[in-house]
């Protein structure tokens, strides 16, 4: 498993992460037994950082992933979360409702500090400069009271990403929906203001929402219509050609070396097995090519968000 310097963390971070929101039951059913398999058959393959958060399953996640890591396995990965969002819309960027939140996570993972802390999709706060003040003064805080080792921010308008780390001293930002076959604006527009302030960056969502797989995002999905039309042709282009778009997809996420860390979600072990096969299989060059000629049309096109 490739190791990242994550920013100036000093962590050295796995290229493939763990992303815990299955393990909140938000996408089926899945036992004790089958996401414990899963975590640990990932720290076993050299994934070394896991991320949840208090609104997966309104903390279900955190529980999950809390008895997974017990018996010694803890201290083998760094453990991500994210407060301030506790619903689908339901969101508490306050000072108290950011601590009270924290305070949850860290007695639902069982740890007294977890290594990475955000505050989770800032783009649906009503007021951006309270976040940048209240809210990062209330991280700092959790921070020197050694309840999180490093802290940050998340959220999709690549934008106001760039805002929260010219504006606060963050350590750590996770970026979703931004680096994958159809988006490389994480790379190409913020990498940049973000190394320049030795921020630590991580994808997150490299399949994009659902919109690089065979079922297509969920009928709730906010993107124009012609970006879910033009990735269901690129979709039936790769099932044409005998695999799977989300199988490239990977490939193609993962291959942005200049990110420290792709996370994508597993909560079984054979989930997680085709996305490390994806790490470790040669990309076939001429579909990629034919898949981006499809995507160009949509290329970097975004939606609103928050």
Not at 8 to 33: E, I, K
Not at 112 to 136: G, K, M, Q, R, S
Not at 154 to 159: M, V
Not at 211 to 236: H, M, S, V, Y
């Amino acid at each position: 498993m490739e190791r990242r310097p994550l920013g100036t963390t000093g962590l050295s971070v796995s290229a493939l992460g763990l992303g815990g929101a299955a393990f909140g039951q938000q996408y089926g059913a899945v036992s004790d037994a089958e996401i414990t398999d899963c975590v640990r058959t990932a720290i076993d393959a050299g994934v070394n950082l896991i991320d949840t958060a208090a609104y997966y399953g309104r903390g279900a996640s955190e529980e999950f992933l809390g008895r997974a890591l017990e018996g010694g396995w803890r201290e083998q990965v760094f453990v991500q979360t994210k407060a301030c969002r506790l619903d689908r819309a339901v969101f508490d960027f306050t000072p108290e409702g950011t601590r009270k939140c924290v305070e949850g996570s860290l007695k639902r993972l069982r740890t007294e500090c977890v290594d990475v802390l955000l505050a989770h999709d800032i783009e649906f706060a009503t007021d951006y400069e309270y976040v940048f003040n209240e809210t990062y003064r209330t991280l700092q805080d959790l921070k020197n009271e050694g309840k999180a080792r490093f802290i940050g921010m998340s959220c999709y308008p690549l934008g106001l990403l760039k805002r929260a780390v010219e504006r606060c001293d963050l350590d750590v930002v996770i970026s979703y929906a931004h680096g994958h076959l159809a988006d490389t604006t994480l790379v190409t527009e913020f990498l940049p203001a973000a190394a320049a302030r030795g921020v630590g960056v991580i994808n997150a969502s490299p399949l994009a929402m659902g919109l690089l797989t065979n079922q297509g995002p969920q009928p709730w999905f906010p993107g124009p219509p012609e970006l879910i039309a033009t990735c269901k042709r690129a979709a039936d282009l790769c099932r044409a050609r005998g695999t799977d778009i989300a199988f490239l997809g990977m490939q193609f996420a993962l291959g942005l070396t200049q990110v420290p860390c792709t996370l994508t979600g597993a909560a079984r072990r054979g989930e997680l097995e085709l996305n490390l096969r994806a790490m470790t299989t040669p990309v076939d060059g001429s579909l990629l090519a034919e898949v981006l000629e499809v995507l160009a049309p949509v290329r970097d096109l975004t939606w609103k968000s928050g």
